[in-house]
């Protein structure tokens, strides 16, 4: 049945096209099918045609439906939804192993800062739509009140007005109180990781990761001397708890680092009782669960998915966040959340940067307080669900039709699978001489696999620059597998 929910807070457009999306995945539209025209589904859904005009347009970009002249809109090729149901195939780690590849990460970043880049490589979601105005105005409203104050230090462990946002903010995710007093302010998400890390581990020890992980986590066990193991990972559901267990009886296992509630490069939350499986393996085998949640708040639905925190009781769990995916990089504000740890927490904190910029502390805690955080999030997810189809089908349209995708349920990123012949730092190398970023597979994995992979993000402002350079690694991907 055609309908869509006046009463909801997603946009009416954005409902138009969910609905006509899920009648072409279950076949009551297909392939060359005529959509009804702008007047005839706004009178049976009762939007307006603006609406329904903007939804068909949008569609149309995504590549699910193709516009004809003096005919109307039709479905096209099923292609794109046999793309974006296919899963990517993963591959266990025997064992431990020092984190290598470093010089590709190297090169990788290099590469995003040239002039003139197109930066698919970099994970960036709030600048796809930015909050400059908004933190602009919250800026200002700081500066008249807090005057001289606001040049000052911060307390180690934070401004106390926005630990307060944070414990607040917390108190519905978490479904018990937040001491505003376990929090502690770093100098964003990558701090918090280190701190986390170094505080419970050592060098020589094993820290069991996501297989693909996030490149920040590899650099950080490396620096430290540590080891990693990688952890099957399912593209659907998160880390496979039964190789997690697999994992734990065979090494000795001294910290977990994993993002359940959604991962990079995957894009996937793990389900709750999954996580909360995931809280009594952590609690009865007494190891450390360290939760990166920097895109927790970034799913495309709006659920806030609890971290494993929650469902543990041990107390034996750190939860990591960050404002800079989600509000503004620039500001590098992160925190760390954790009642069993804090003292351990501020001396590293103390002895690392003393404290973080005071200043922007205080602009977030206004941001948060005015409520202008959460209507930026309802904005920003709706963007990036557009912009993640919008990716899915420039791939679907212009790369091989071996190439496999992930289906992301929030955040900035598409994690690809190139044809079996393709090696993705090559592409990364011949891309960046072409003026475009991407992350080569490899940088995701301690012993370099994933080398026919690739993540591209959809985190920017959309513009002809993405189409096009998407078109030309489609092209490039033909010519590197022998297209």
């Given at each position: 049945?055609?309908a869509?929910?006046?009463s909801?807070?997603d946009?009416l457009?954005?409902q138009?096209?969910?609905?006509?999306?899920a009648?072409?995945e279950?076949g009551?539209l297909?392939?060359?099918?005529?959509?009804?025209?702008?007047?005839?589904m706004s009178?049976?859904?009762?939007?307006?045609?603006p609406t329904?005009?903007?939804?068909?347009?949008?569609?149309?970009?995504?590549?699910?439906v193709?516009s004809?002249?003096?005919?109307?809109?039709?479905?096209?090729?099923?292609r794109?939804?046999?793309l974006?149901?296919?899963?990517?195939?993963?591959?266990r780690?025997?064992k431990?192993?020092p984190?290598?590849?470093r010089?590709?990460?190297?090169?990788?970043?290099?590469?995003?800062y040239?002039?003139?880049?197109v930066?698919?490589?970099?994970?960036?979601?709030?600048?796809a739509?930015?909050?400059?105005?908004?933190?602009?105005?919250a800026?200002?409203?700081?500066?008249?009140?807090?005057?001289?104050?606001?040049?000052?230090?911060?307390?180690?462990n934070?401004?106390?007005?926005l630990?307060?946002?944070?414990?607040?903010r917390?108190l519905?995710?978490?479904g018990?109180?937040?001491?505003?007093?376990?929090?502690?302010i770093?100098?964003?998400?990558?701090?918090a990781?280190?701190?986390?890390?170094?505080?419970v581990?050592?060098k020589?020890d094993?820290?069991?990761?996501?297989?693909?992980?996030?490149?920040?986590l590899?650099e950080?066990?490396?620096s430290?001397?540590m080891?990693?193991?990688?952890v099957e990972?399912?593209?659907q559901?998160?880390v496979?708890?039964?190789?997690l267990?697999?994992?734990?009886?065979?090494?000795?296992?001294?910290?977990c680092?994993?993002?359940t509630?959604?991962?990079?490069?995957?894009?996937?939350?793990?389900?709750?009782?999954?996580?909360?499986q995931?809280?009594?393996i952590?609690?009865?085998r007494?190891?450390?669960?360290?939760?990166?949640d920097?895109?927790?708040?970034l799913l495309?639905?709006?659920h806030?998915?609890?971290?494993?925190?929650?469902y543990?009781?041990s107390?034996?769990?750190?939860?990591?966040?960050?404002?800079?995916?989600?509000?503004?990089?620039?500001?590098?504000?992160?925190?760390?959340?954790?009642?069993h740890?804090?003292e351990?927490?501020?001396?590293?904190?103390?002895s690392?940067?003393?404290?973080?910029?005071?200043?922007?502390?205080?602009?977030?805690?206004?941001?948060?307080?005015?409520?202008?955080?959460?209507?930026?999030l309802k904005?920003?997810?709706?963007v990036?669900?557009t912009?993640?189809?919008?990716?899915?089908?420039?791939?679907?349209?212009h790369?091989p039709?071996?190439t496999?995708?992930?289906?992301?349920?929030?955040?900035?990123v598409?994690?690809l699978e190139?044809p079996?012949m393709?090696?993705?730092?090559?592409?990364?190398d011949?891309?960046?001489?072409?003026?475009?970023?991407?992350?080569?597979?490899p940088?995701?994995s301690?012993?370099?696999?994933?080398r026919?992979?690739?993540?591209?993000?959809f985190?920017?402002?959309?513009?002809?620059?993405?189409?096009?350079?998407?078109?030309?690694?489609g092209?490039?991907?033909?010519?590197?597998?022998?297209a």
């Amino acid at each position: 049945m055609l309908a869509v929910d006046k009463s909801s807070s997603d946009f009416l457009y954005r409902q138009v096209i969910d609905l006509i999306a899920a009648n072409i995945e279950t076949g009551t539209l297909r392939p060359g099918d005529r959509l009804p025209s702008l007047r005839r589904m706004s009178k049976r859904i009762g939007v307006s045609v603006p609406t329904v005009r903007q939804a068909y347009v949008e569609l149309e970009r995504q590549r699910r439906v193709e516009s004809r002249p003096q005919s109307g809109f039709y479905v096209r090729g099923a292609r794109l939804n046999e793309l974006v149901r296919a899963a990517p195939k993963f591959r266990r780690n025997a064992k431990p192993s020092p984190v290598r590849g470093r010089s590709l990460m190297d090169r990788v970043y290099d590469g995003l800062y040239q002039p003139d880049v197109v930066p698919l490589g970099i994970a960036n979601p709030c600048m796809a739509k930015p909050a400059a105005k908004a933190l602009h105005r919250a800026m200002k409203r700081v500066m008249a009140r807090a005057e001289e104050r606001s040049l000052a230090y911060a307390p180690t462990n934070g401004e106390p007005g926005l630990r307060r946002q944070i414990a607040y903010r917390l108190l519905d995710t978490l479904g018990s109180r937040v001491e505003p007093d376990d929090i502690c302010i770093t100098n964003g998400g990558q701090e918090a990781l280190l701190l986390a890390l170094r505080c419970v581990a050592q060098k020589g020890d094993v820290i069991a990761v996501e297989s693909p992980t996030y490149h920040g986590l590899l650099e950080l066990i490396d620096s430290l001397g540590m080891l990693a193991i990688e952890v099957e990972t399912c593209p659907q559901e998160g880390v496979m708890l039964d190789a997690l267990q697999k994992t734990l009886d065979t090494h000795p296992v001294r910290v977990c680092m994993f993002s359940t509630t959604l991962c990079n490069p995957l894009g996937v939350s793990m389900p709750e009782e999954k996580r909360r499986q995931l809280a009594e393996i952590i609690d009865a085998r007494d190891i450390v669960l360290i939760e990166d949640d920097v895109y927790g708040e970034l799913l495309f639905d709006g659920h806030r998915p609890k971290p494993v925190e929650v469902y543990s009781r041990s107390g034996r769990v750190m939860t990591c966040g960050s404002f800079s995916k989600t509000a503004a990089p620039g500001y590098r504000i992160g925190w760390l959340l954790t009642a069993h740890y804090q003292e351990q927490i501020r001396r590293l904190k103390r002895s690392y940067s003393c404290s973080s910029g005071l200043l922007q502390q205080l602009t977030l805690a206004e941001f948060l307080a005015s409520g202008d955080y959460e209507r930026y999030l309802k904005s920003l997810r709706p963007v990036l669900q557009t912009n993640a189809g919008r990716m899915r089908s420039l791939v679907a349209e212009h790369f091989p039709r071996e190439t496999r995708t992930s289906n992301p349920v929030g955040g900035s990123v598409l994690w690809l699978e190139l044809p079996a012949m393709v090696d993705s730092e090559q592409l990364f190398d011949q891309a960046i001489a072409a003026g475009i970023s991407i992350a080569p597979g490899p940088i995701f994995s301690p012993c370099q696999r994933y080398r026919n992979f690739a993540r591209l993000s959809f985190g920017h402002q959309w513009s002809d620059d993405i189409d096009n350079a998407v078109a030309w690694l489609g092209r490039k991907v033909h010519e590197l597998a022998g297209a």
